[in-house]
C-alpha cells in the first residue's frame, strides 16, 4: 500500500485514559483550522465505529489496546492507523503526546511508510458446525478457567497431528501478537511484518513446552478435551466459554492491519531494547 496524503480522520480515544480526551479536541481542532475532515469518539462507541469507512485514516489515542482495537477496525475497512501514545508500554503506538504536531504536519504531507501487520482468522467450532467467527491482531488464547487443573489441548497443523499439550493453556499468535502475552509466557519476539504463526504453551505439563513458529500459510486446530472448563480469548478481550470436544481452527486471515510510522524499521528493535531494559508496567498499580 503506498502512502497518500490523508484528508479526513476520525479520532479513537480511551475513555479510562483521562488526558485522551483533551488531545483528542485538540487534535481535531488542529486538522480542521488547516481544512482537513476530522471528527473524534471513544474506542467504545459501536455506531461511530461503524462510520469509520468515511475516514481516510484513523487515529488511535490510548495505550497497544486502543491501537489494537483500532487497528483491527482499520484492517476490516482498508483504512491505516495511526497511534499517539498515552499508556506505558508502547510496542506498537510510536508517537508520543509531546510530538503530535510534528508527526501530523508529516502524515500530512505523505512522509510516513505503513507497515503491514497480519492477522488471524480463528473459528469456534462445535459437534463440527461453526459457531462464531473472529479475527485477531495479537492472539487467540486457550485456557483453563478458574479451576486450577491444567486442560489438554490436541493440537494438529494442517490435519496432521503436532501434540497434546497438557497445561494452563496455549497462545496462538501473530509476530505482532510475540510482543504481548507470547512474550510473558517465554516465547520469541518476531519481526513486525514477518507472516508467521506463533505456538506457545502456558505451563504445560509433561508435555511439549517449546514454542514452535509455523509458516503463515498453515492451518492450526486445537480440540480441547476437559472435565471441568476452559475458555478462550481474542486479543485479550472478553473470555467466551470452551465445551468439552470444541476445537478452535486457526489460519491466516485475509485480512490486514496497516500502522502509519514515522521511524525506520529498525525503531521496533531499539523500543524492544528499552522496554526490556526497564518495564514500564512495574509501577501500573502505583
Not at 137 to 160: F, M, W
Not at 179 to 207: C, E, F, M, Q, R
Request: hydrophobic share 40%; charged share 20%.
Amino acid at each position: 500500500m503506498t502512502p497518500t496524503p490523508p484528508k479526513r480522520f476520525i479520532l479513537f480515544h480511551h475513555p479510562k485514559v483521562t488526558e485522551s480526551l483533551g488531545l483528542a479536541r485538540e487534535i481535531v481542532a488542529y486538522l480542521e483550522s488547516h481544512g482537513f475532515n476530522a471528527e473524534y469518539c471513544s474506542i467504545d462507541d459501536e455506531a461511530k465505529r461503524a462510520q469509520a469507512s468515511e475516514a481516510d485514516m484513523l487515529i488511535a489515542l490510548g495505550g497497544d489496546g486502543t491501537m489494537l482495537r483500532a487497528g483491527r477496525l482499520g484492517a476490516l475497512i482498508k483504512r491505516p492507523t495511526l497511534g499517539i501514545n498515552l499508556g506505558r508500554l508502547g510496542f506498537l503506538v510510536e508517537v508520543r503526546p509531546d510530538t503530535w504536531h510534528e508527526a501530523l504536519d508529516r502524515v500530512l504531507n505523505g512522509d510516513y511508510r505503513l507497515e503491514e501487520r497480519m492477522m488471524l482468522h480463528a473459528s469456534h467450532c462445535q459437534n463440527g458446525a461453526v459457531l462464531r467467527s473472529y479475527e485477531a491482531l495479537n492472539e487467540v488464547v486457550l485456557s483453563r478457567g478458574v479451576v486450577v487443573r491444567p486442560i489438554r489441548l490436541q493440537t494438529k497443523v494442517d490435519n496432521g497431528p503436532l501434540t497434546t499439550y497438557v497445561a494452563d493453556g496455549l497462545i496462538v499468535a501473530t509476530p505482532t501478537g510475540s510482543t504481548a502475552y507470547a512474550l510473558a509466557a517465554g516465547g520469541p519476539v518476531l519481526p513486525p511484518d514477518a507472516k508467521n504463526i506463533l505456538l506457545v504453551p502456558i505451563s504445560p505439563h509433561l508435555s511439549l513446552d517449546r514454542s514452535i513458529v509455523l509458516p503463515g500459510d498453515m492451518v492450526v486446530e486445537v480440540v480441547v478435551r476437559t472435565e471441568h472448563e476452559a475458555v478462550f480469548a481474542i486479543d485479550g478481550q472478553t473470555s467466551r466459554p470452551l465445551q468439552d470436544k470444541d476445537s478452535l481452527r486457526v489460519r491466516m486471515s485475509n485480512h490486514v492491519a496497516h500502522f502509519v510510522r514515522l521511524t525506520p524499521p529498525t525503531h521496533f528493535y531499539k523500543t524492544l531494547a528499552d522496554r526490556m531494559a526497564q518495564n514500564p508496567t512495574a509501577d501500573k498499580a502505583k
